[in-house]
């Protein structure tokens, strides 16, 4: 989404998101991350069990599976209706599935009604409290404020910790 482009009014409309289909508008829900996904695809093809510890049809980030049954018509463990929409949090967007840092809003492009709707959390954060609604506010290497749309930190937690798991799993088969 081209937020520069967009005046205040536009932070208005209505949208379905892509992913949840959540009905929302970006001014009540930029930033909030009210929204997930999945930082890894589904393993497939017999890259479970061998590039990673989950099986295939897994996710390979946290495992779980969107299947609640087997192919044998049992109970599916890694089935978790809970994970299922996804181990990383995002914002709800009728635009695009996925954000990266091209899609942070830095606080010189917020328009006025967003500048109002987020300035409570800005004011808490000031205050030092933990406690506030948009958790993508961040501060860059400027000192500046920016809306990150996603939780890049766990993102990167995330696969990095699939990295680990698959060098140190890696099925001895293969090696
Ligand atoms: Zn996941
Ligand atoms: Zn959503």
């Known amino acids: 989404m081209n937020i520069y482009k967009m005046d205040g009014s536009g932070l208005q409309w209505g949208r379905y998101c892509m992913v949840c289909n959540r009905h929302y508008t970006e001014l009540k829900s930029i930033g909030r991350w009210q929204c997930r996904y999945h930082p890894l695809p589904v393993l497939k093809n017999g890259e479970g069990g061998v590039l990673s510890k989950y099986p295939d049809g897994s996710y390979a980030c946290c495992g779980t599976s969107p299947h609640p049954y087997l192919a044998n018509g049992q109970r599916n463990p890694n089935f978790n209706s809970t994970k299922l929409k996804g181990c990383c949090e995002k914002d709800c967007s009728g635009i695009q599935m996925l954000f990266t840092d091209a899609d942070n809003i830095p ?39 920016f809306l990150q749309r996603y939780n890049k930190k766990r993102h990167h937690e995330i696969i990095k910790k699939a990295d680990e798991n698959a060098k140190k799993y890696i099925n001895p088969l293969i090696r």
């Not at 500048?115 to 961040?138: F, K, M, N």
Request: avoid cysteine; glycine fraction near 6%.
């Open 107 to 145: 606080y010189r492009a917020w328009p006025e009604n967003l500048r109002i709707e987020i300035d409570p959390d800005i004011q808490a954060l000031l205050r030092g409290e933990r406690s506030y609604a948009h958790r993508g506010i961040q501060i860059d290497e400027n000192n500046e404020l």
